[in-house]
């Protein structure tokens, strides 16, 4: 792909935008930005649809911008290379790389792998989904080191050449409907890891899930499993051998010691020991906004798990705790069933709290399944959860949907709810 002198379009403005258009002027490419919104960023232009039908060599569309956007069908239809940020990346990217995919779970065991590599002494640097843009880790990759990148559907469903030397896929559920329409097309996007792989490379798979299984089949790389069957006896099972104690792992919920046997098999393909390994995983610290304990206030506990964005995730960090809850579920639906959570919800909570523009579809899901509590905002469901609770309950933040109906991101929704529960001692008077 010549990219000097080249006439390229990137659409959409946020942070891997930026970086891909960045990186195609320091190519010496004619760089256009373009977004529905105004930005500041050189050769912007705002989004149109006669713009699409330019004379482009190459467009660029960021992960959050759907494909079959009219303009990019046409221009696709023309001939014009319509290539993905990651795509763009992957001849300039060097050394070897760790890709990470998976409908929950992606973002800790990415940077569980970062942190066990790192801690070990192993090069290695961390971004995609999380952090640093693929396009701009070309510029820090070495040839003697570790890519390890956390890689969403909207990446993935535009790689053709981009490889993986060792692929990762933690699990595939419902999600993103709304932007893939079935989950077929869903699963095919995170297939596109492996359909590149070559022999010598790895695929970490997990063995208790159905779509999991069928990317063995798409690969040339050798493939290594997980399960959540071999978490017994207290003990994490690692390819036939005890790894550490349930009880070290610092994250909780069984999901996340799927996670660490996942991260497990990494760092072994990359060098690491059994022993350096558990070493490593007893230190980590759990992402912010996945499951993040935020504070107990007279005996009530709050968690932000404000990235449980879909139905699965949500339902997960419900099965990590052991009851009392008081569950803020709501936001942007993604097209995802919300009556898979009954079942959990009757058992485990007191209440789900709603809000966003999904709650009145939430509820006639979860209609007599549980008690729920109309609140529309999360500061109204922050309130509301606090006068309700008792000392020995938990407030989780736990949407089961996406954010962009009342917020920027889920990091700004997970910040928001962290403000919230820090001024009800201010409010309140509660005390730590």
Known sequence: ????????????MEKSGRAAAAFLAAQGADVTTTDLNQHDTPGFRIQSEKLFDEAWDLIVPSPGVPLDVPGLERARALGVQVVGEVELAAPYLLGRTIAI?????????????????????????????????????????HADQWNVLELSSFQLETVRTFRAHVGVC??????????????????AAKGNLFRTQQAGDHAVLNADDETCRSFAALTAAETSWFSGNDI????????????????????????????????????????????????????????EHRLEFVTELNGVRFYNDSKATSVDAATKALDSFDGNLWVILGGNDKGSDDTTQRERLQRQAHAAVLIGS???KIAGQLAGAVKLIGAGTLDQAVHQAWKAAKPGD?????????????????EHRGLVFKELVGELSQRYGAKA
């Open 170 to 187: 933690l699990n595939v559920t419902q999600n993103h409907l709304d932007r893939h329409h079935t989950f077929g097309n869903y699963a």
């Open 1 to 12: 792909m010549k990219l000097q002198n080249a006439k390229a379009l990137v659409v959409g």
């Open 394 to 410: 938990t407030v989780l933040l736990a949407p089961a949907c996406a954010s962009f109906d009342q917020f920027q991101s889920y």
């Open 232 to 287: 017994r006896d207290g003990l994490v099972w690692v390819n036939g051998s005890p790894l550490m104690a349930l009880s070290d792992i610092p994250v909780p919920g069984r999901h996340n010691a799927e996670n660490v046997m996942a991260a497990a098999c990494i760092a072994r393909i990359a060098g690491v020991s059994s022993g350096e390994i558990a070493a490593a995983v007893k230190t980590f610290k759990a992402v």
């Open 101 to 141: 995919t998976g409908s929950n779970g992606k973002t800790t065991t990415t940077s569980m792998v970062g942190h066990i590599l790192q801690s070990a002494g192993v090069a290695a640097q961390v971004g995609g989904n999380i952090g640093t843009p693929v396009i701009a880790m070309t510029a820090t990759s």
């Open 358 to 360: 999904a709650a009145e």
